[in-house]
Structures are given as C-alpha cells and as structure tokens.
C-alpha cells in the first residue's frame, strides 16, 4: 500500500503549490491577483521549510525545482499551446527520472 510520511506530504504539497504560483505569474493582470500569488509563495515556502528539516535540503531543492521546470513546461504545452521539442522532451524525461530516483535513494 502506497503511504507517505509527513516529511514527503510537504514535498508534495511545496510542489503543487509551486505549480500554482508558476501559473498565476502567466495569468495574474490585476493587483489582487498578484497579492494571491505572494500569498501562495508564503504558502509554498512555509511547506519547503518544513520539508527540509527532516529530508535533505538538497534532495527537497532538487524536487522542487524539478517538478517546478517540469510543471511550467506541462502547464505551457497544455494550457498555452506551447510546442515542445523532442530535445525538450527528452530533457524532461531526465528530470523525472532524477527526481524518481531522488526520492528512492532517501529510502
């Protein structure tokens, strides 16, 4: 059965709410969507600290920015009819797969 540990739940949750913050910065016009977006960063970072304290910095950092690159790069294909590279894709894959063996390796 599939379980995670507090620690991984603030990965998850700094990552998802990364996402969000990415997408409001392509579609925030207005001064309270921007203030939404601040909030989501405090948010976001709040998760990041936490994390942290119990997984390596560097591990969570390197999660983070990869499901971050990762994330801007789906939500621009998919929400924005960006076209992507077989050389993009092909990069994207190397930081899934790093980011999957990250999380095995702090097994």
């Given at each position: 059965m599939f379980s995670v540990n507090k620690e991984w739940a603030f990965v998850m949750l700094t990552c998802f709410f990364e996402l969000?913050?990415?997408l409001?910065?392509?579609?925030a016009t207005e001064l309270w969507q921007w203030l939404i977006i601040v909030s989501l960063i405090i948010v976001d970072?709040?998760?990041l600290?936490?994390?942290c304290r119990a997984i390596p910095t560097g591990t969570v950092y390197a999660i983070f920015s990869g499901v971050g690159a990762v994330g801007a790069?789906?939500?621009d294909i998919l929400l924005f009819d960006k076209e992507i590279k077989l050389i993009q894709l092909?990069?994207?894959?190397?930081?899934i797969i790093g980011v999957?063996?990250?999380k095995r390796a702090d097994r």
């Open positions: 969000c913050w990415i409001g910065f392509s579609i970072f709040t998760f600290t936490n994390a790069t789906v939500i092909f990069f994207v894959a190397l930081i999957v063996q990250l």
